[in-house]
């Protein structure tokens, strides 16, 4: 009897190591797939820092070439217009109005 009872145990703890080890298995399939996922994100996000720089820098540039422009030749308007230049700062993605003239 007491045979019967060690061996019904020994069954059960088999089949909860069985268990175990499938849920093991899983997780090990899912963390894998999750990793591959977040070097995915990981290289998308550089990607765009370095897109984003990359139009920090050309807007500087032209931000510059405007201002030296208007220091060289300024242009001519007719009296009733107005003209809004607009920057895009580096904290914040959209653009910022800057000023308004008026001629």
Known sequence: EKNLKLE???TMLQQQN???RARIEQNTV??????????N???YVEKEVEEKKKLS???????WKLQEGDAVSPVKLPPTSSTSFYRCSSEN???AKVRTLRR
Request: aromatic share 0%; proline share 3%.
């Open 30 to 39: 899912i963390t894998r797939q999750l990793s591959e996922e977040n070097a």
């Open 8 to 10: 019904e145990k020994i």
């Open 93 to 95: 993605s959209s653009p």
């Open 57 to 63: 820098r050309t807007n500087e540039e032209l931000l």
């Open 18 to 20: 069985e268990e175990l």
């Open 41 to 43: 994100l990981q290289e």
